[in-house]
């Protein structure tokens, strides 16, 4: 089994800021890593595809960069409405496997 | 508008068998791959299985660790995917959610518990 590992845990940045979500496979997915935002109540929403695809109608200053083992979601001009947690899942190989989640807080 | 609808969860006793239904629209329930996926409270996602699209051959796939008690199956008339669970232990209390890359459902709440 592939395990996902993000960081950090937790992070609290201030609005317009910038921050950065790292995912560490323990075995190559290639670039079959997804990112997803989760709000409290709410299911979980795509923003980046493919490790690098941006997904039809996300804000641009979500990007994600990496491939084989290690993956970066980048927020960018961070918004009050980012705050969430954010997790990583890759398809690469059964069983399928999700990260652990970075929970992002706006001060 | 893809929709995906989770249905059934309940409190059940431990040992007892119970259903979850995920009922979709806006999409063609055959044609692709669904998986089912849960979150126990204060947990972390885990991947339940998936049963692929027609053209694959609707094959199931489970996580070695509920293979045998769960099982994924589907009904292309009525588009509708079911979890079928049994024996249910205190740790499969979870919210239960059906997915079909990138759309998720809401997500049913199972409860085992005496």
């Known amino acids: 089994e592939i395990v996902l590992t993000q960081s950090p845990d937790f992070q609290s940045v201030t609005p317009k800021g910038k921050v950065t979500i790292t995912c560490r496979a323990s075995?190559?997915?290639?670039?079959?890593l997804h990112w997803f935002q989760q709000k409290p109540d709410r299911s979980p929403k795509l923003l980046v595809k493919?490790?690098?695809q941006s997904f039809s109608g996300v804000p641009s200053r979500f990007s994600g960069s990496g491939s084989e083992t290690d993956f970066t979601l980048t927020i960018d001009s961070l918004e009050a409405e980012d705050a969430a947690t954010y997790f990583c899942?890759?398809?690469?190989?059964?069983?399928?496997?999700f990260g652990q989640g970075t929970k992002l807080e706006i001060k | 508008e893809v929709q995906l609808v989770e249905s059934g969860g309940n409190l059940v006793e431990p040992g007892r068998s119970l259903r979850l239904s995920c009922t979709v629209s806006?999409?063609?329930?055959?044609?692709?791959?669904l998986s089912w996926v849960r979150q126990a409270p204060g947990k972390g996602l885990e991947w339940i299985g998936f049963i692929r699209n027609r053209a694959f051959g609707g094959t199931t796939e489970y996580a070695a660790s509920l293979k045998g008690r769960f099982v994924i199956s589907r009904d292309d008339s009525k588009n509708i995917a079911y979890l079928q669970m049994k024996s249910l232990k205190i740790e499969d209390t979870a919210l239960y959610s059906c997915t079909r890359f990138p759309d998720w459902g809401q997500g049913t709440l199972v409860t085992v518990s005496s």
């Open positions: 493919y490790a690098s």
């Open positions: 806006g999409f063609t329930l055959s044609d692709y791959t």
């Open positions: 075995q190559t997915v290639g670039t079959s």
């Open positions: 899942h890759q398809t690469s190989s059964l069983p399928y496997t």
